[in-house]
């Protein structure tokens, strides 16, 4: 449309809407229908006459008003759309993304985002051009168009002037569903990305540090296990000499702090090999009931020194020859019994096993260890199976300990399939549970009477309590 038919428009658009009507319009409605008064009462007889002249008068009033009220609601309506818009774009260019459409062959027909001034375009720059002819030298990006043309939605990474950006096509359908264009919208992750390859590149370093740690750790270990082995047999000798008490009393220290220090460096080598995947389990037939016994069998004397009840239970329906590995398994409760007998000032400890699932040629098997210790804190109970962590970590705590033996523990029931965890409740006691699964070995006692006996064992404390 030509400037000044433009403008003309808009004049008698604003004058149709202007109040000023209102003053010429109804003054006139109002002379049209006292004319038509005026004639009714000058003769009844032209009753048809007046009848014309209201209506010439009223209801090109009402006709004009009406239109007025619809050009109102058209301008309204117009203009909430024009702010909406404005809206869209002012959001769209302040997005750090890449917005674009594409028709059927692949001309931008929209191109729009704040990050158009990373690939240096402007907004609506390329409108009008092919893609296949801008970006001939990105195939990914070509064929992403071409699978989202054949009616694809999908999700890809696409680099483009160095960068990269994480991009979603979408087919554009017309309404009988045929794809009529693409609509797209790219992000540039670059700097995301760039940070998380630093952080994977750490990360790797920081393994391969934590790897040869360990490995140096495994290394000496066993370099000083090996002599302090010959220091604990020497002293052994030279006790067995017939030495005055005096010195006996001062090698028996000697040799408890040997022996100290031997059980430290066992839990580090069995902490490093496990952390640096050098443990392995070794499978074998064995006895549990007989196996368990003799792990609780160890700590007799120091159940009696404390005066507490320390019994064995095994449930009736628990298989006994089984297969897999008794040494872990043993280790696994001579930790837990020992830290129990440790944190219990008096009264009992319990060991429970339960049989959890049973298939047709291996079992999984509920160990529970239960005392009426001092308990943990429920908000320290998620980090005392971290190494050298313990429920009171403080310099003045009473009950020593390197904090290695629940760590290892945690670390060794994963290794065997299943889990370590623990209830407790501060004052009341705690019960540890572990669940390990184990193959059924082919041959299995007939003689229950043998079975019953070694399911219950029982060391009672001679004399009171304290």
């Known amino acids: 449309m030509p400037k000044r038919e433009r403008f003309s428009s808009r004049r008698w658009e604003w004058n149709v809407l202007s109040p000023v009507w209102l003053f010429i319009t109804i003054p006139l409605a109002f002379m049209s229908v006292l004319l038509g008064l005026l004639l009714l009462n000058h003769d009844q007889r032209e009753s048809l006459q007046v009848a014309i002249s209201c209506m010439l008068g009223v209801v090109p009033v009402i006709l004009f008003h009406m239109y007025r009220r619809d050009l109102q609601e058209r301008g309204r309506t117009e203009q ?11 959001i769209i260019s302040n997005v750090p993304i890449v ?86 919208v790219a992000a540039d992750v670059t700097e995301r990305k ?46 067995d000499a017939g030495l005055p008490r005096e010195q006996k009393e001062d090698l028996g220290l000697a040799k408890h702090s040997a022996e100290s220090l031997l059980l430290l460096l066992n839990d580090i080598l069995d902490l490093s090999k496990i952390e640096a995947g050098r443990l392995e389990l070794a499978p074998a037939v064995f006895s549990l009931r007989q196996h368990l016994e003799d792990a609780v069998r160890m700590f007799e004397l120091a159940a009696t020194q404390k005066a507490l009840d ?33 944190f219990t000032p008096g009264g009992r400890i319990v060991v429970r096993v ?20 001092i308990g943990i804190p429920e908000d320290k109970q998620a980090w005392i199976f971290e190494p050298f962590r313990q429920a009171d970590g403080s310099t003045t705590r009473r009950y020593g300990g390197t904090g290695l033996g629940l760590a290892i523990c945690a670390r060794l029931v994963k290794l065997m399939g299943g889990s370590l965890w623990v209830e407790s409740c501060v004052g009341q006691g705690s019960t540890f549970h572990f669940t390990s699964p184990f193959a059924l070995s082919a041959i299995q006692p007939a003689d229950g009477a043998d079975l019953e006996a070694l399911s219950q064992f029982v060391s009672t404390p001679a004399g009171p309590r304290p």
């Open 80 to 90: 909430a759309l024009r702010e909406s818009q404005e809206r869209l774009r002012t």
């Open 99 to 184: 917005l674009f459409a594409l028709d059927q062959g692949g001309v931008f027909t929209l191109l729009e985002g704040k990050g158009l001034n990373a690939l240096g375009l402007k907004p609506g720059e390329i409108v009008g051009q092919s893609v296949y002819e801008l970006y001939r030298d990105t195939p990914q990006l070509l064929d992403n168009v071409r699978h989202a043309l054949a009616g694809e939605t999908l999700s890809a990474s696409v680099e483009l002037a160095g960068l990269t950006y994480d991009s979603w096509y979408n087919p554009l359908r017309d309404q009988r569903g045929a794809v009529v264009g693409v609509i797209a």
């Open 194 to 239: 760039q940070a998380q390859e630093a952080l994977t590149r750490a990360k790797e370093q920081a393994e391969m540090a934590n790897r040869a740690k360990s490995e140096f750790l495994a290394n000496m270990s066993h370099e000083l296990r090996t002599p302090m082995n010959g220091v604990l047999g020497m002293i052994g000798v030279v006790l």
């Open 310 to 342: 320390l019994s064995l239970q095994v449930e009736p329906d628990v298989p006994d020859l089984l297969v897999g590995d008794p040494v872990r398994l043993r280790q696994i409760v001579v930790n837990l019994i020992g830290n129990a007998i440790k």
């Open 354 to 373: 339960e049989l959890e699932k049973r298939m047709r040629s291996d079992v999984t098997l509920h160990f529970l260890v239960s005392d009426t210790g």
